[in-house]
C-alpha cells in the first residue's frame, strides 16, 4: 500500500542546534517532494520544494535533501530557535496527478 | 494565510443539522482543495476543483457536498450523513504550476 510517514514523535532540540526531521515513503514515485509548516490552530505554509532531480536545496536556515532511491528525504533547520517549534508536514505529488498526499507531520519543539 | 479566507473559525453543530464552511479566494488560482485534518493523522482530501462548474470527490467524500458557481468561492457542506464531523477544515488553493498549496487559516467543527 501507499504510504507517506513522518516520525511521529515529538522532537525535542536545544536553541542553537540542528533539527532533522524525516519523511520517508513507500509505493510513490512522486516528481517532486514539499515540505510546509504548520502553527497550532492555524492552516500550513509552504516552505519548500525539491524536484527528483535534485539531491538538495537551501533556503536560509532551512535545507531539504531527497533520496529517491532511498524514498526518503530530509529537513534540516540549522541554528534552530525556539520560533521554529512548530509541526512540520512532508508531502507529495500522487504520481503526476492532481492530488498532494500530506504526512502527519512531526512536532519540532526548540528550547531556548 | 495569504489571500484565502474561511469562515466562521469555530463552527458547532447539532445532530441532524447541515452546516456550511466557507472558503473565498482572490489569488486567482483555479484549482481549490477541500481538506480534514485529524490529531496525529495528515490531511485527508475531501473534494477537489480543477475549474469552475467542475469538481471531483477525494478520498474521503462521503457526508460531503460541494459547489464551485464562481472562481473564488468554493464552499463545502457538512451533511446530517457526516456521522464524525468533529475535525480542523482547511481550504487550499494551487498555483498555476499546480505544484504549490497555498491554505486558508482553517475552521474548526465541533459537534454539541
Known amino acids: 500500500s501507499q504510504k507517506i510517514e513522518q516520525n511521529s514523535e515529538a522532537l525535542n532540540i536545544q536553541e542553537g542546534k540542528t533539527a532533522t526531521l524525516t519523511c520517508n515513503y513507500t509505493n510513490y514515485s512522486p516528481a517532486y517532494l514539499q515540505w510546509y509548516r504548520q502553527d497550532p490552530g492555524r492552516g500550513p505554509v509552504f516552505l519548500l520544494l525539491i524536484r527528483e532531480n535534485e539531491k538538495e536545496k537551501r533556503k536560509e536556515r532551512l535545507k531539504v535533501t531527497f533520496d529517491t532511491t532511498l524514498k526518503q528525504s530530509l529537513f534540516h533547520i540549522t541554528a534552530s530557535q525556539p520560533a521554529d517549534s512548530a509541526t512540520y508536514l512532508c508531502?507529495?505529488?500522487?504520481?503526476?496527478?492532481?492530488?498532494?498526499?500530506f504526512g502527519a507531520g512531526t512536532r519540532l519543539f526548540v528550547k531556548a | 494565510d495569504g489571500g484565502i479566507t474561511q469562515s466562521p473559525k469555530y463552527l458547532f453543530r447539532k445532530e441532524g443539522q447541515n452546516v456550511t464552511l466557507s472558503c473565498e479566494q482572490n489569488l486567482n488560482h483555479d484549482a481549490m482543495y477541500w481538506y480534514r485534518q485529524d490529531p496525529g493523522q495528515g490531511l485527508r482530501l475531501i473534494y477537489y476543483?480543477?475549474?469552475?462548474?467542475?469538481?471531483q470527490k477525494g478520498d474521503i467524500a462521503e457526508g460531503y457536498s460541494v459547489s464551485r458557481e464562481k472562481k473564488e468561492s468554493f464552499p463545502l457542506t457538512v451533511t446530517s450523513a457526516q456521522k464524525n464531523p468533529t475535525a480542523f477544515y482547511l481550504c487550499a488553493t494551487e498555483g498555476p504550476l499546480q505544484e504549490t498549496q497555498y491554505f486558508g487559516p482553517g475552521t474548526r467543527l465541533l459537534v454539541l
Open positions: 476543483s480543477q475549474i469552475v462548474n467542475d469538481f
Open positions: 508531502a507529495l505529488d500522487e504520481n503526476g496527478g492532481f492530488k498532494t498526499i
